[in-house]
T-cell receptor
Framework: EDQVTQSPEALRLQEGESSSLNCSYT??????LFWYRQDPGKGPEFLFT???AGEEKEKERLKATLTKKESFLHITAPKPEDSATYLC????????????FGSGTRLSIRP | DTAVSQTPKYLVTQMGNDKSIKCEQN?????MYWYKQDSKKFLKIMFS???????INETVPNRFSPKSPDKAHLNLHINSLELGDSAVYFC??????????????FGPGTRLLVL
């Protein structure tokens, strides 16, 4: 069964303290892996799509990487405005439109 | 000029009632989706329509019925509401359903509370 697991469930960092969020997946035929950011009371906001192992993408203080079994979202020198829930999702080859989400990592950055 | 909009934002209702949630996208996308986000924040797909045609229908009680009058709108009607239906419902859209991996754009969500 296709599955996405994110860890840790919650992460509290001091401003400027770099860290990584993990998304491990088991799917048949990965078509793509997505990272979204979700602020309280809002819908998920797209960050990155990764398609194949070894691929990396960056946006401001965020960098996403992908291996055959997991993806990492690295956050460098975070600021309080980076506080949000980060969701990982995978699109499996079994269905072009079906996307499976993890439960997210709640990231909190203290000033 | 919101890309994906939903109404209402909040919905509080009694068990047994029937309610509808509306969704509209102005991105010109062909595919729209309904997701349910439970209290543990898991987002689970319920339905997907491509150009007004149903393409994904997950294991959802048949009390839930999506309707797509045109490719810019996807409404969700729920009959005989139950306590377990309380959740946040998100509408989303993407350019296309087939072919390459598609980025989905989400609406702000409708918070449904069944009493």
């Amino acid at each position: 069964e296709d599955q996405v697991t994110q860890s840790p469930e919650a992460l509290r960092l001091q401003e400027g303290e770099s860290s990584s969020l993990n998304c491990s997946y088991t799917v048949s035929g990965l078509r793509g892996l997505f990272w979204y950011r979700q602020d309280p009371g809002k819908g998920p906001e797209f960050l990155f799509t990764l398609y194949s192992a070894g691929e990396e993408k960056e946006k401001e203080r965020l960098k996403a990487t992908l291996t055959k079994k997991e993806s990492f979202l690295h956050i460098t020198a975070p600021k309080p405005e980076d506080s949000a829930t980060y969701l990982c999702a995978v699109q499996a080859g079994s269905s072009a439109s079906k996307i499976i989400f993890g439960s997210g990592t709640r990231l909190s950055i203290r000033p | 000029d919101t890309a994906v909009s939903q109404t209402p934002k909040y919905l509080v209702t009694q068990m047994g009632n029937d309610k509808s949630i509306k969704c509209e996208q102005n991105l010109g996308h062909d595919t729209m989706y309904w997701y349910k986000q439970d209290s543990k924040k898991f987002l689970k797909i319920m339905f997907s329509y491509n150009n007004k045609e149903l393409i994904i229908n997950e294991t959802v009680p048949n009390r839930f019925s999506p309707k797509s009058p045109d490719k810019a709108h996807l409404n969700l009607h729920i009959n005989s509401l139950e306590l377990g239906d309380s959740a946040v419902y998100f509408c989303a859209s993407s350019q296309d359903a087939a072919g390459v991996t598609e980025t989905q754009y989400f609406g702000p969500g409708t918070r449904l509370l069944v009493l």
